[in-house]
Nanobody, 121 residues
Framework: QVQLVESGGGLVQPGGSLRLSCAAS????????MGWYRQAPGKQRELVAT???????NYADSVKGRFTISRDNAKNTVYLHLNSLKPEDTAVYYC???????????????WGQGTQVTVSS
């Protein structure tokens, strides 16, 4: 059973930074495409960033240049570094894992329980 556990969310002022962590069971971090999604109130869940087993990264246009996804295979952990945060980044952030051949957000995807990020002064 794959388990993903997020941590690191919280309340931060605009312009601030956070680091989210996703601890995974087993060695799935090195073998799968890992990603972060977010869902704001009243909105659909959206892809934020992904990192493949080959360390290729992809970002939503809204976070490019501000967020960085990385992983530590030895620790089975994926990180999302959030910089220059804006109020519109407020959402629940979810960790995601899937085989490279699986459709993002579809079948064969695994999800964490989510961590709240609130950007407000």
């Amino acid at each position: 059973q794959v388990q993903l556990v997020e941590s690191g969310g919280g309340l931060v002022q605009p312009g601030g930074s956070l680091r989210l962590s996703c601890a995974a069971s087993g060695s799935i971090v090195s073998a799968n495409t890992m990603g972060w999604y977010r869902q704001a109130p009243g909105k659909q869940r959206e892809l934020v960033a992904t990192i493949t087993s080959g360390s290729n990264t992809n970002y939503a246009d809204s976070v490019k240049g501000r967020f960085t996804i990385s992983r530590d295979n030895a620790k089975n952990t994926v990180y999302l570094h959030l910089n220059s945060l804006k109020p519109e980044d407020t959402a629940v952030y979810y960790c995601n894992a899937r085989p490279s051949w699986a459709i993002p957000g579809g079948r064969y995807n695994y999800w964490g329980q989510g961590t709240q990020v609130t950007v407000s002064s």
